[in-house]
């Protein structure tokens, strides 16, 4: 995470929009209503991170949570009252995972910031796990007590908040492709009322398909396993896709629903 990238800026190939992503922090513009406290250019928005897409460790995504308190923090300073300010948390988690740690680091880093709770900011934390139906009562009810923000983890509670709202400003992370997703227009413009962290750099799957091209130059064939019920791997195929024909490779996507098919889609290649 290096360089902060005004709405617009030019952080994209020239070809590609999604392989020119850096791993960099870009501001954007949100939708949000006038009662709320955060100015369209005030809000921090997508994060490219967690280590060229290896899996989220604790320590990731305490250092996620932390970040996200500085952006809120950051949001409102300018227009910062001594009025309560009301944020709420909805985590795609159940309350005896690791994320405990997360949300105490945030509370921590606000603290740091001047957002004392119980005196400017009151934290509305809920847990949904991974229960549609909870998560739906859980997002109907952070937007029922009208927060200035909400800070929302996995894609489960992104998913149902954005149904819920779109109008409360929204700050995800934990979501490995939120453009593929349908959660946000692009990176540069995301676009709607969220904004957040990515798990993965999108110029890693070009990464893929170069080392299969430098482990065996003589490769001219690839197959892609995929389900494809599941959009959190589109924006990644598509980088696939564009980049492959450039380094002499075909690419075809296997469409699979689950292990027991791996055998025969292999055997069919």
């Known amino acids: 995470m290096s360089a902060l990238a005004q709405s617009g800026h030019p952080d994209t190939l020239n070809q590609c929009p999604l392989l020119g992503v850096k791993r960099t922090l870009g501001i954007v513009a949100m939708q949000n209503d006038d009662r709320t406290p955060f100015r ?13 897409g290896q899996a989220m460790r604790r320590r990731d995504f305490i250092i996620v949570i932390a970040g996200s308190a500085t952006f809120l923090s950051l949001a409102a300073h300018a227009q910062q009252q001594m009025q309560m300010r009301r944020i709420g948390v909805l985590e795609s988690a159940g309350i005896e995972t690791d994320q405990q740690a997360g949300v105490a680091v945030f509370k921590e880093v606000l603290h740091q910031l001047g957002w004392i709770e119980g005196r400017n900011v009151r934290l509305e934390v809920r847990w949904a796990g991974a229960d549609p139906a909870k998560a739906r009562k859980d997002a109907e009810q952070l ?28 700050v995800f992370n934990s979501i490995a492709d939120p453009l593929g997703s349908g959660f946000i227009d692009s990176l540069a413009r995301p676009g709607g009322n969220a904004t957040g962290f990515l798990l993965f750099d999108y110029s890693l799957p070009a990464k893929w398909v170069e080392l299969l091209k430098q482990i065996d130059p003589t490769i001219a064939r ?48």
């Open 222 to 269: 690839v197959a892609v396993l995929r389900d494809p019920g599941l959009t959190a791997g589109i924006g990644q195929f598509a980088v696939i896709q564009y980049v492959a024909p450039s380094v002499g490779m075909e690419v075809t996507a296997i469409n699979m629903r689950d292990a027991q098919e791996i055998e025969h889609v292999i055997r069919s290649f």
């Open 143 to 170: 937007v029922a007590l009208q927060p200035d923000v909400i800070l929302v983890t996995g894609s489960l509670g992104l998913q149902t908040l954005l149904q819920t709202t779109r109008s409360v400003p929204i």
């Open 40 to 52: 369209r250019s005030q809000i921090p928005a997508v994060i490219i991170g967690a280590a060229w």
